[in-house]
Every structure is written in C-alpha cells, then in structure tokens.
C-alpha cells in the first residue's frame, strides 16, 4: 500500500508569514495532487503535478513535484487569513488517490 | 470543473436505522466514482470505489455488507449505511472521475 507522508498537520502563523508544506513517499506516482477544504465542505483541487521536477504557481502558492516523483511541496508566500483551511496531497495510484493525513494551517490576523 | 452534488448535506438518524447518501455528477457521466469517510481534524479515507453497472470495489477493512454501494447510471451512485451505530458518524464524501476527480460537498452524519 503505498503511503503519503504529510508534514506539518497543524500550523499556525500570523498574516504575512511564508510557510511550507511537504509530503513525501517511498513510492513513485504518477501524478500528484494539491487540494483545499473548507470545515463542512469537500476538497477542492489547486493543482495536478505530473513531471518530475516541475514546479506550478498559482498566485501566491507555489507547488514542487520532486524529479524522482514521489515528494512534492506547497509553499505559501505572505500568507494570509483566507489561506485558512485543511490543505491535502493525493498521489494518484491506479485510478484511485491516496491521501496524505493533511496540514491544517491557521492564518491569523 | 466538473460539478458533483450529494444528497442530503446532512442527516441525523436514530441507531438502528439505515441512510442513502447520494453521489451525482451533474454536467458529465462518471463510470467511476469513490467513496471516502472523513473524521473530524482528520483526512479523507477510501472506502470503496464505484463501478457503474457492476459491483464495488471496497478497501481493505471497509465492510461490504454494512456499506452498500450502488451505481446504477453513469451520473449516480448511492451509499447506503445500514444499521447505522453511533461509531458510523461522519463526513461522508464522493467523488466522480472525468479527466480528474471531482468531489462533492460531503454528507455529515450523525447517528444517536
């Protein structure tokens, strides 16, 4: 079974802090995935990484996938309270995605 | 993106009872779609994964017979608690495959 290690799980740090999130894994996927969830709501994609070594922005995050496809980050620059939420990465493994445990990030004003 | 709706948002049932949550993908078909749970502060488990016109495959530990799993159209797949015990509540999401996953707003369920 091919396991997603998601570190930190909780984070608090005040507006305009920088921050990164990582998840590694001894297995290689084929694709890998950055999700958002709001409390009582469901994830929402940020982004798909699919090549080793790429790197996306999307505004204010920026996503790594590693060359050898099995860790990848998010790294958030001047974050802030709207940033709040339970951050997740999935790697996709024969159709289905595995999940990692997840960073909760607290953004306070 | 692809919409995914779930029906109800929320339900409360006695124990005893059992409760269809369903999965809808409302602008594409979906031969596949995926069940997962998800505990407060925690992150989404599989528990099974829905295949239009056929059975479910479940995830290890996932009991088949308490979960039933139906995916009878290419835009609807139901999730059936049955027996629901107090332990069975939580935040119940689906998911539908087009190019990528797409997921639902999630069911909250509360068994007294």
């Known amino acids: 079974t091919q396991l997603l290690e998601q570190s930190p799980q909780f984070l608090s740090i005040q507006e305009g802090e920088n921050l990164t999130v990582y998840c590694n894994s001894s297995s290689v996927f084929s694709s890998l995935q950055w999700y958002r969830q709001e409390p009582g709501e469901g994830p929402v994609l940020l982004v798909t990484v699919v090549t080793g070594g790429e790197v996306k922005k999307l505004k204010r995050l920026t996503f790594q996938f590693g060359d050898a496809r099995k860790d990848s980050s998010l790294h958030i620059t001047a974050a802030q309270p709207g940033d709040t939420g339970l951050y997740l990465c999935a790697g996709a493994d024969t159709g289905k995605l595995i999940f990692g445990q997840g960073t909760t990030l607290q953004v306070k004003p | 993106g692809a919409v995914v709706s779930q029906h109800p948002s929320r339900v409360i049932c006695k124990s005893g009872t059992s409760v269809k949550i369903e999965c809808r993908s409302l602008d594409f078909q979906a031969t596949t779609m995926f069940w997962y749970r998800q505990f407060p502060k925690q992150s989404l488990m599989l528990m099974a994964t829905?295949?239009?016109?056929?059975?479910?495959?479940?995830e290890q530990g996932v009991e088949k017979d308490k979960f039933l799993i139906n995916h009878a159209s290419l835009t609807l797949s139901t999730l059936t608690v049955t027996s629901a015990h107090p332990e069975d509540s939580s935040f119940y999401i689906c998911?539908?495959?087009?190019?990528?996953?797409?997921f639902g707003p999630g069911t909250r369920l509360t068994v007294l």
């Open positions: 829905s295949n239009e016109g056929s059975k479910a495959t479940y």
């Open positions: 998911s539908a495959r087009d190019e990528e996953q797409f």
